[in-house]
């Protein structure tokens, strides 16, 4: 079922579960906003629904209470109809009837006095009465008002358990007749209003007569009945009685809704059948669990001797008495299957048949046959239902059958998981032999099996631990890492791997092993070849065939053989080659390749710190250092230049010559350094220590020159050349660095040695002075300063050449020639710092492009608004805000973004690179504004995170267009 009942569950967590997937099902159907249904059906699906909820509720309370021993038929009942029918005392015009200033008088009073006792509500009625009774202008009527009053208050008290006494209630009886005697007194001059009065006194004495002379309907009728009956007397039995009287009594020419309603009077006459023979017209989703609930409420009657539909199962004839069903069966799976059919609840369906026995059974063999691959959820529902059932056969059919279909859709991802959870290790291992032969025989990209998760530890046959090798060399090559790609070739082809794949992956080796400057052993090359003869046969039938359907033509078997082996001598040979004389860096590498003509350039004519590696090819500590060094240089890019000359080649043996150099490899590292003359000079130190990537890395940038000056406020500070007060910083063109780290970092030191002729400062973090000048509140922070601007952000990426390029158009780099600015080269305008009116998408995105933007939103007719703004603007004096504004038709679209609230003047903050906001909830004004403003500076005001860009209205953005084109 919906939840899980199974046939130990009682009746009471039978309805509830019931009752909460209705209650859910009514719900989604009026306020599911994204469901496209027409409108109408929509309409008309929560009408029907809204009668089976009535029918369900009423079931509820009749035969399904829960708590038999205590329970309150009348009471439950009655709050059953009240829901049922909210508008019954509604329609009256309550509020004038009590504040009449006769309200006995009142054409209402009467007719609701009637409502309130038909339906229970006796504290209303009473107060009612009794006002009446104390506003009435004759004695005669205030008496018998009086009198009515007080039998309505002497009536016992109802709740939802049956609690009173039948003493009370005969006490209360003996009150109410006294109560009809005395008014009986008053008969010959009020005769009306006497027969009016004892009218009520009666209903609530349970008269069945006048109670279906003054109910609108069977129903209200039956249920007041119960209602002001005794406690102790009322059973579902006695409640069939009175529904038969009162259905006898009433003149059903004037039945309204109430009785029109489908099943309604039938379940309270205890006619089971015809209620589900109406039920037919409303719903099967009603009659399917009426019969299921009720089949349980027979069984559990049969246990406590109170069998009130009889002792055999309810039952339905099918051909003319030919043939009787069990009426749960068959309603049970006839619902079941219209949720496969038209809805596709698999699993909810299944839940249903497995509750009808072998029949079920037989019938849930049909259904798994049916299901589709290609939905995951219906898929795993149903294997979930056959697992609980103990259906283990069917499950693993369902596996292997859904796992093959995928694989031959190429699905291989989901294929593994199917055989995974079917435990089916070789069929795994064929999937990644699939996969590859498709790779090979159509040319195609290697499938990523991106999303193997789990299951990827079940992977582990020789053709998937081949497929994970080969893709992590494919992933290498196409990169660009041909060394990396090449080495791990080597490895995959010398392991004990599937020789069929292994025979295409020889071919695909020898261009890897051309392309790469990996150095190859003698040894390595031996067991190449060795194995190469080993694969590379005739005798590899599956192998050679997968290589003949990679080619575009039918070729001769042997002459094919023939060629690969000519072939892939003449790659060894070249390894080998390659091993004695090939250089040890390429240009993929970020390793700087010198020679006589780039060694002053790349070396002297630079104040940035250089290391020089140089070797001889044939090295072999050369050979071990080449992986280090260039591991050295990628860590070291744009901060140190790792470079390196092969002294083997005869151009370069005179510079190798003329440094000194005696043994391969040597290291020596050259620094700028300048003399007491002022003279700039470069001499190298020979490097001594371990010739691995780290020590290299930290060693060089120990020794890396900078020109940075750290900033202090106070210049009382100021010890040494390395450090400026601020106000000497600020007289140039300058760059700032707010840092809270404790040393300066090597990219900003490369920088400022890269741009010598730009000031670089950098400020702690404990520099409050400096840093409240500018207003900076996080780290880091780049500040570009000029000489009577304004300083601007530097939004970019902290990378080395993001940076670089930004810098350059500001000034030239210390080793480029000076050169005339060029309009493209020319650094951007700053940001105006005015209070701007943001118009357009244009406008928004130039003015909040970086930094925090001050947004107000006011109305078109209320700019004298932004006064309060540009005071704002002008306290601004460190130029952490910067100021615009836009009017609200143009705003419509950001205010329902952010969520903003409708109220203008309004104002948020923007950060929009960040993509933050925050909106100001205040009053409006200079220095409730200015005080908001502050604790976002200090960061005591968190910001709320946006997606998506911002937008002005679209309509506006047209207007704007055409506007531009106008004279």
């Known amino acids: 079922m919906e939840q899980a009942l199974d046939s130990t569950s009682t009746i009471s967590a039978f309805v509830s579960a019931y009752a909460a997937y209705l209650h859910d099902y009514c719900h989604d159907i009026q306020y599911d906003s994204d469901d496209k249904t027409d409108p109408a059906t929509r309409e008309k699906e929560r009408l029907v629904y809204q009668k089976i909820s009535v029918i369900w509720q009423l079931l509820q309370a009749m035969y399904f209470p829960g708590r038999k021993a205590s329970y309150n038929y009348g009471t439950n009942l009655m709050a059953w109809l009240n829901r049922f029918d909210k508008r019954a005392i509604m329609q009256f015009d309550i509020q004038g009837v009590f504040n009449s200033p006769i309200p006995s008088r009142h054409a209402s009073f ?45 009536f016992p008290a109802r709740a939802s358990s049956s609690s009173s006494s039948s003493a009370n209630r005969e006490e209360w009886k003996d009150k109410a007749t006294e109560g009809l005697r005395i008014m009986g007194t008053y008969e010959k001059d009020r005769s009306t209003l006497v027969s009016y009065a004892q009218t009520i006194i009666h209903i609530m004495l349970g008269d069945t007569t006048t109670l279906c002379h003054n109910a609108v309907s069977s129903v209200e009728a ?60 409303l719903d099967w989703w009603l009659l399917a669990h009426v019969i299921d609930i009720l089949d349980e409420y027979m069984v559990q009657g049969v246990l406590d001797g109170d069998c009130l539909f009889g ?146 530890s079940r992977c582990d046959g020789p053709y998937a631990r081949f497929y994970f090798r080969y893709s992590a060399t494919v992933t290498l090559y196409k990169a660009d890492n041909y060394d990396e790609a090449a080495q791990k070739a080597v490895d995959l082809l010398l392991m004990d791997s599937p020789k069929d794949v292994l025979f295409a992956f020889f071919v695909q080796s020898m261009t890897l092993l051309t392309q790469s400057a990996l150095t190859l052993s003698a040894q390595t090359i031996q067991q190449l070849a060795q194995r190469f003869s080993e694969i590379v046969t005739i005798d590899n039938k599956e192998g050679l065939g997968l290589l003949l359907d990679c080619l575009p033509m039918d070729q001769d078997a042997n002459q094919v ?9 003449a790659a060894l040979v070249l390894c080998a080659n390659l091993a004695l004389s090939a250089a040890m860096y390429s240009s993929r590498d970020a390793v700087v390749e010198l020679t006589p003509k780039n060694f002053k350039q790349q070396v002297l004519a630079t104040d940035k710190l250089v290391a020089v590696e140089f070797y001889a090819p044939w090295c072999g500590h050369c050979q071990k250092l080449a992986p280090e060094w260039k591991k050295a240089a990628n860590n070291l890019k744009g901060l140190v230049t790792v470079a390196a000359i092969n002294c083997d080649g005869e151009a370069n043996r005179p510079l190798c010559g003329q440094y000194d150099v005696k043994g391969f490899p040597t290291i020596k590292v050259f620094r700028s350094n300048t003399n007491k003359k002022g003279v700039r000079t470069k001499k190298p130190t020979d490097y001594q220590g371990p010739r691995e990537a780290k020590p290299l890395v930290d060693h060089l940038l120990s020794q890396q020159p900078s020109n940075v000056r750290l900033i202090k406020g106070d210049p009382a500070k100021v010890k040494s050349k390395a450090s400026i007060s601020i106000d000497d910083f600020l007289e140039t063109e300058a760059m700032i660095l707010f840092t809270d780290k404790p040393t300066t970092t090597p990219l900003y030191k490369a920088l400022s040695v890269d741009f010598g002729g730009l000031w670089m400062g950098e400020v702690k973090k404990s520099e409050k002075q400096v840093l409240d000048l500018f207003g900076v509140q996080s780290f880091p922070t780049l500040l570009v300063l000029k000489p009577g601007e304004e300083a601007s952000v530097y939004s970019g990426k902290l990378k080395y050449q993001p940076l670089f390029d930004y810098l350059s158009t500001l000034a030239p780099a210390s080793s480029e020639s000076k050169k005339e600015t060029t309009p493209s080269q020319a650094p951007e305008t700053p940001v105006q710092t005015k209070v701007e009116e943001l118009a357009s998408d244009k406008t928004l995105q130039h003015h909040c492009a970086s930094g925090i933007c001050v947004v107000a939103i006011v109305s078109p007719e209320e700019k004298d608004d932004l006064k309060v703004v540009h005071e704002l603007h002008d306290q601004n004096t460190n130029g952490l805000f910067r100021f615009g504004w836009m009017t609200s038709d143009k705003a419509s679209a950001i205010v329902k973004q952010l969520d903003l609230v409708q109220d203008y003047p309004g104002l948020f903050i923007l950060h929009a690179s960040k993509q933050l906001y925050r909106p100001y909830v205040g009053a409006w004004d200079q220095k409730s504004i200015a005080r908001w403003l502050d604790q976002i500076a200090s960061g005591r005001v968190q910001a709320f995170a946006f997606s998506g860009d911002l937008k002005i209205s679209s309509e506006e953005q047209h207007q704007e267009k055409a506007a531009r084109d106008e004279l």
């Open 222 to 281: 039956i249920v007041a009945a119960i209602y002001y009956q005794d406690d102790n007397t009322i059973t579902v039995r006695t409640i069939h009685s009175l529904a038969l009287q009162v259905n006898e009594l009433r003149d059903h020419t004037h039945n309204n809704i109430h009785d029109q309603h489908i099943g309604l009077l039938s379940l309270l006459k205890g006619d089971i059948y015809g209620a589900l023979e109406e039920f037919a017209q």
């Open 311 to 456: 002792t055999r199962p309810l039952s339905i004839d099918l051909g003319g008495g030919q043939m009787e069903v069990d009426a749960r069966s068959f309603f049970i799976l006839t619902y079941a299957r219209g949720l496969v059919e038209q809805e596709h609840m698999w699993e909810t369906a299944l839940d249903y048949m497995g509750t009808c026995g072998e029949v079920g059974k037989r019938e849930i063999n049909k259904i798994i046959g049916k299901i589709s691959p290609s939905n995951d959820q219906i898929i795993l529902g149903v294997v979930e239902y056959c697992t609980r059932s103990g259906l283990l056969n069917a499950r693993q059919q369902i596996f292997e059958k859904t796992a093959h279909q995928l694989l031959e859709q190429h699905a291989y991802v989901a294929a593994i998981r199917y055989y995974y959870l079917a435990g089916n290790d070789q069929q795994i291992d064929h999937v990644f032999k699939t996969c590859l032969y498709h790779h090979y025989r159509h040319k195609s990209d290697l499938d990523p099996l991106d999303g193997l998760g789990r299951h990827k």
């Open 110 to 154: 009467w007719p609701l006095v009637y409502k309130l006792t038909l339906r229970g509500e006796l504290d209303s009625l009473q107060r009612l009465v009794h006002i009446a009774s104390e506003r009435a202008p004759d004695p005669s009527e205030k008496a018998i008002l009086q009198t009515v009053a007080q039998s309505i208050g002497y």
């Open 561 to 569: 053989v023939s060629s690969l082996c000519e072939m892939y001598k």
